[in-house]
DNA sequence: TATTGTTATACTCTATAACTATA
DNA sequence: TATAGTTATAGAGTATAACAATA
């Protein structure tokens, strides 16, 4: 996540072009979000990317790591990256696919389940935090609409 | 923005946790947001970051560097980096500002006021596509709830 | 003393291409 | 011929600290 400069109230760009841009708002909002994020997980040797594969990779899906690529947004390459790091501290294991050899399935281990279910605290705080401008229903609509964004095929 | 790996309709994973996080969607829709931008900017010689301090160099407000950095989450140093760019293309001038004069006041000259009036056209050409899933209503709605994030301090 | 802009540096993240082993 | 994972590398983005000029 960027900065942190300050937190003066801000001039008068408020009123200008950009200040009602959606994509300029989310950008702006993801920054933020991030940021809280990041330092909440911080604590527990975790970031915003390898949460993320952590919390994946102790569902029930069992991801291949084309599969964390692509939910995930990231490069085929950086998912070998976080998983090599998690996998070094006992977090996960990557497991060979039965129905595909080439492929590696990345499963928690019992480790990995007990930081993430922890770390998920930390981060559920740090979101009720930064999201307390808003009421649960505008959370849940918030939700839906960037769902709509964030899986266009749907 | 990250990556492109593929287009395909991915796994099981979205009936994981994380595709009900507020801030996992955040990310994976500005990701979206940012990817689209960025390539209708590029025949511009634009992204992003640079369009917007030109758009913000174009209006009225005449910012500083500082009121940059801090509006776009940038650190000062990048936007050094920034307006170094823009000015060595004719785009924008820093001004001293008579009242600070440590300070400098980017504005655009005549050339980047016309580019960013093209350049907004593919913008919004871009954004259009982007968000193609919502209606103007579910639009505004989903600007005012960012708002919301992107600004707490209201 | 504090702030604006600047420079320099290190670090992280991202993009690309190539390689292997499988399919 | 195409795909999953890997490796390597270059480039973009980010964070940090220090400095000069000014407040």
Redesign the pocket.
């Known amino acids: ?4 400069v ?1 937190a003066v109230a801000v001039s008068g760009l408020r009123s200008s072009a950009l200040a009602d841009d959606l994509s300029f708002l989310l950008a702006r909002a993801n ?1 933020i979000a991030l ?1 809280a994020g990041n330092a909440a997980l911080a604590e527990h040797g975790l ?1 915003a ?1 390898s949460y993320s594969v952590l919390v994946l990779a102790s569902g029930e899906a069992r991801p ?6 692509e939910f995930l947004r ?8 976080l ?2 790091e998690l996998q070094t501290r006992g977090l996960v294991q ?1 497991q060979p ?1 039965p ?8 499963v928690a281990t019992e480790a990995g389940r007990h930081l993430v279910s922890v770390a998920r605290e930390s981060a559920r705080a740090a979101e009720e935090r930064a999201h307390a401008q808003l009421s649960p229903e505008e959370r849940e609509t918030l939700a839906a609409l960037l769902r709509a964004l964030a899986f266009p095929e749907d």
Do not use: H
């Not at 291949?64 to 690529?69: F, G, I, P, V, Y």
């Open positions: 996540m960027p900065k942190a300050d920054a940021a970031k990317r291949s790591q084309r599969e964390l690529a990231l490069d085929p390459s950086q998912v070998v990256s998983v090599d990557r696919d129905s595909d050899r080439r492929a590696n399935v990345v």
